[in-house]
């Protein structure tokens, strides 16, 4: 066993299931258990932070080891009431079933417990109302999230928008669209606001969030092609020489969090240019590993590099 093991097997597991209030939040906890890879020795705690329709197969629990605790409100979801469960239940691995309804920003969790995966769930029928009036909310959900799960997507015809929103929100994690006869397909390539098959493709002010989403997920698009677009300058001390970012800013959840959306950029003219400055960018993309993206991320090879005016407003996706 390394060094890094032991130091793991310090930390008790925390699995977090997130989603408003008739998401699937159970029924997908529910169908977890009864999965093979979910078997395993020792207790489990579930913690269960809302009471919804659907409540949990006591059997099953049983069969799995799993003892139930509600916390019905956030003033009790302290460190100290969740080391009291820790010490009564002795858990192997804790489940958190998250209330959309409170903040996920505001969860403080024992020294010794440690998120290992974190999985928010959308009914997409009601996706719009919440959106609209609890971004904050929907926002400290997802943007943490290896995966989300967006279910109940029967009807909707067009799906890219709402990708590339909680693509923008959550840009490392898997975004799966769901409808009653499992998951479903979306962003044709033909519905892009742009022709991939011009030897130069031409990215608009309006387009580039659209770009900027999809070029991070589909390789297989993207790679080698030759791109243009209108952008703002940033560099760092520590980027290596001929390296910068140009990008654009974006308003995620509210004008408090905003994101700057680049990727690196090798040229030339990296030395000569300062940070804020616009520029109009012709570039080879490639796909490489690199520390900032986590692993493997769109890297471009700039052919030019030009003065350009500044584009106004924020990013549209």
């Given at each position: 066993?390394?060094?890094?093991d032991?130091?793991?097997?310090?930390?008790?597991?925390?699995?977090?299931?997130?989603?408003?209030?008739?998401?699937?939040?159970?029924?997908?906890?529910?169908?977890t258990?009864?999965?093979?890879?979910?078997?395993?020795?020792?207790?489990?705690?579930?913690?269960?932070?809302?009471?919804?329709e659907?409540?949990?197969?006591?059997?099953?629990?049983?069969?799995?080891?799993?003892?139930?605790?509600l916390?019905?409100?956030?003033?009790?979801?302290?460190?100290?009431?969740?080391?009291?469960?820790?010490?009564?239940?002795?858990?192997e691995?804790?489940?958190?079933?998250?209330?959309?309804?409170?903040?996920?920003?505001?969860?403080?969790?024992?020294?010794?417990?440690?998120?290992?995966?974190?999985?928010?769930?959308?009914?997409m029928?009601?996706?719009?109302?919440?959106?609209?009036?609890?971004?904050?909310l929907?926002?400290s959900?997802?943007?943490?999230?290896?995966?989300?799960?967006?279910?109940?997507c029967?009807?909707?015809?067009?799906?890219?928008?709402?990708?590339?929103?909680?693509?923008?929100?959550?840009?490392?994690?898997?975004?799966?669209?769901?409808d009653?006869?499992?998951?479903?397909n979306?962003?044709?390539?033909?519905?892009l606001?742009?022709?991939?098959?011009?030897?130069?493709?031409?990215?608009?002010?309006?387009?580039?969030?659209?770009?900027?989403?999809?070029?991070?997920?589909?390789?297989?698009r993207?790679?080698?092609?030759?791109?243009?677009?209108?952008?703002?300058?940033l560099?760092?001390?520590d980027?290596?020489?001929?390296?910068?970012?140009?990008?654009?800013?974006?308003?995620?959840?509210?004008?408090?969090?905003?994101?700057?959306?680049?990727?690196?950029?090798?040229?030339?003219?990296?030395?000569?240019?300062?940070?804020?400055?616009?520029?109009?960018?012709?570039?080879?993309?490639?796909?490489?590993?690199?520390?900032?993206?986590?692993?493997?991320?769109?890297?471009?090879?700039?052919d030019?590099?030009?003065?350009?005016?500044?584009?106004?407003?924020f990013v549209?996706?």
């Amino acid at each position: 066993m390394s060094n890094t093991d032991t130091m793991e097997d310090d930390f008790l597991p925390v699995f977090l299931i997130n989603g408003f209030l008739e998401s699937g939040k159970t029924q997908f906890l529910q169908f977890t258990m009864e999965q093979d890879y979910f078997k395993a020795e020792g207790k489990t705690l579930l913690i269960v932070c809302e009471e919804g329709e659907n409540e949990y197969d006591s059997e099953l629990l049983k069969r799995n080891h799993t003892e139930t605790v509600l916390i019905d409100s956030m003033e009790e979801m302290t460190p100290d009431r969740l080391v009291e469960l820790e010490l009564l239940h002795n858990p192997e691995r804790v489940l958190i079933e998250w209330n959309g309804m409170w903040n996920l920003d505001d969860l403080k969790l024992p020294d010794d417990w440690k998120i290992y995966q974190q999985i928010t769930l959308i009914d997409m029928t009601t996706f719009d109302l919440y959106s609209a009036n609890m971004k904050p909310l929907l926002y400290s959900m997802v943007r943490n999230s290896e995966m989300i799960i967006c279910n109940r997507c029967d009807g909707i015809e067009d799906l890219s928008g709402y990708r590339r929103t909680l693509k923008a929100m959550c840009p490392r994690g898997e975004i799966v669209f769901e409808d009653s006869e499992g998951e479903v397909n979306e962003i044709a390539e033909e519905d892009l606001p742009y022709d991939l098959n011009e030897e130069v493709v031409k990215i608009s002010p309006q387009a580039y969030g659209i770009w900027y989403i999809d070029c991070m997920e589909r390789k297989d698009r993207y790679e080698g092609k030759t791109v243009e677009f209108t952008a703002m300058v940033l560099k760092t001390p520590d980027f290596p020489k001929n390296y910068f970012v140009p990008g654009r800013m974006a308003m995620t959840c509210c004008e408090d969090d905003m994101t700057f959306l680049g990727f690196v950029t090798k040229s030339r003219e990296a030395k000569d240019l300062e940070t804020k400055q616009w520029v109009k960018v012709k570039a080879r993309i490639a796909y490489e590993f690199w520390k900032d993206y986590e692993g493997e991320g769109p890297v471009l090879y700039a052919d030019s590099v030009e003065p350009a005016q500044p584009v106004k407003g924020f990013v549209q996706f």
